[in-house]
């Protein structure tokens, strides 16, 4: 299915570049106005990507696009397209375009452009959306609030079904949803109803009578990620917002969710990876900005893996007198590092669907803790068994012993059990102190069990082969 998209998407790339070059308008015109806005934004900026079109071909398709068609196109191209259009546009044609862009999308736009195009964007539209927009502006950044929109259909609990069929079909155009409406007394939010609802019942029928007054909502500055939770949770199409009395300010609708988590997702991966967080794709960045993003985090973890030279630094002469102990130092090492992540991963997971909370630690440890001590064992079991098989007698290295073998895999049980811990409470104690889980993952985690098992092994070779 996959291959197929991807010779859909090859096939309407050729299309588009051979009636541009032919400068076949109308055919071009008529194959765009079939396509959906996703298709034509990803189309068009994979050319642009491939060096085949540039930012003149842009503005030529792009006033090729019927009115509605262009609107919607316009919100699904990248930043840096959309502040080449803005720019190109007449105030006309830019107008047009942010009258039929809904406010969630318009304040995302904004927020992504430069001051000089913010203020020609808001000159642009009309006084009150230019009101609303600033609100929005105005709520916290990543908060519930930021990402709303205020185009919804709201009801009074005394009309009646036909009084609010007459009301959606009055004001519905311009609201961004229409199948979910909420009721509201004196601005607060008390209720709502669902189309379906309104269909099934006589046009006669109060709407106080038929709404669900168990509304989940959430407030102006709850986290965004929390609000996206909240809809796949609950299976919503738009979660109603409200402010600290109670009343309705806006929607989450379910499209902006799946960007938000989409974006969370791509955020925690990065960090995870020990990367700075981008703000442009990949194949869109430059290589400077790709090495600010990673250069920091290289230079931290190696300054950090300082800590490991001079432990084995310090069990030099230890090292010096069983020699064979020096060839395991990778593999504790990594499988530590492993264990680590493994956990760390788990939970960081855990705690962003929001399954684990920080009074959960000790039910995580105690989990953790079982695991670690099975996975431990099952590992030194078949370390022993490779070590005196392979490494003992078919490579005849007289040096590794059964005693030798046996402070090898006792160190990588202990090691593999402190790494999962390791690994499942820093991110836990991350959350708690108020700092991204994320950054707690592999590499960070991987440096601090590190050290820890190099202590434990050469700790332990000390104890037991007196060296």
Not at 124 to 153: F, K
Not at 360 to 381: A, N, P
Not at 437 to 456: E, G, K, Q, R
Request: hydrophobic share 45%; glycine share 4%.
């Amino acid at each position: 299915m996959p291959e197929k998209n991807e010779e859909l998407k090859d096939g309407l790339m050729e299309s588009i570049l051979e009636k541009l070059r032919e400068k076949q308008y109308q055919s071009l015109r008529a194959l765009l106005d079939e396509l959906n806005p996703a298709d034509i934004a990803e189309a068009v900026e994979a050319l642009m990507d491939d060096g085949d079109i540039n930012n003149d071909d842009l503005i030529r398709i792009y006033r090729l696009l019927p009115k509605d068609l262009a609107a919607d196109t316009f919100v699904e191209l990248n930043s840096d397209m959309q502040e080449t259009l803005i720019t190109a546009l007449s105030d006309k044609e830019l107008r047009a375009v942010l009258d039929d862009m809904y406010l969630d999308d318009t304040v995302d736009v904004i927020e992504e452009m430069p001051a000089n195009v913010v203020k020609r964007m808001l000159k642009n539209v009309d006084a009150e959306t230019r009101s609303n927009i600033n609100q929005i502006l105005n709520y916290p950044e990543d908060s519930a609030g930021s990402i709303m929109t205020i185009e919804y259909v709201d009801l009074l609990p005394d009309m009646t079904v036909k009084d609010a069929f007459d009301h959606i079909r009055k004001t519905g155009i311009e609201k961004e949803t229409i199948y979910t409406c909420y009721v509201t007394e004196k601005k607060k939010l008390v209720g709502f109803v669902s189309v379906r609802d309104l269909l099934l019942n006589p046009y006669e029928a109060v709407i106080r009578d038929i709404m669900d007054d168990n509304v989940i909502s959430v407030q102006t500055t709850d986290d965004k990620e929390e609000v996206a939770n909240v809809l796949s949770k609950y299976d919503m199409i738009a979660v109603p917002v409200v402010d600290r009395e109670g009343r309705l300010v806006g929607i989450v609708t379910v499209d902006d969710a799946i960007d938000v988590l989409t974006e969370e997702a791509t955020e925690d991966i990065e960090k995870m990876a020990a990367i700075t967080p981008s703000e442009h794709p990949y194949l869109r960045s430059g290589v400077v900005e790709i090495w600010k993003q990673r250069i920091p985090w290289l230079l931290l973890l190696m300054v950090s893996a300082t800590f490991t030279g001079m432990i084995i630094t310090s069990f030099e002469k230890s090292l010096a007198a069983q020699v064979a102990l020096t060839a395991f130092i990778p593999m504790l090492m990594d499988t530590g590092g492993n264990s680590g992540s493994q956990a760390s991963v788990t939970i960081i997971r855990g705690l962003s669907l929001g399954d684990i909370e920080f009074s959960d630690i000790l039910k995580v440890v105690w989990k953790e803790f079982r695991v670690s001590i099975l996975c431990g064992i099952s590992l030194s079991v078949v370390a022993f068994g490779k070590i005196m098989l392979v490494d003992h007698l078919l490579m005849h290295n007289d040096d590794i012993t059964a005693v030798v073998a046996f402070v090898i895999c006792a160190a990588l049980a202990l090691t593999v059990v402190i790494a999962k811990l390791v690994g499942c409470t820093l991110p836990l104690l991350a959350k708690k102190v108020g700092f991204d889980p994320a950054v707690m993952a592999s590499p960070f985690i991987t440096t601090i069990v590190d050290a820890l098992s190099l202590m434990i092994y050469m700790n332990l070779a000390s104890l037991v082969l007196g060296i």
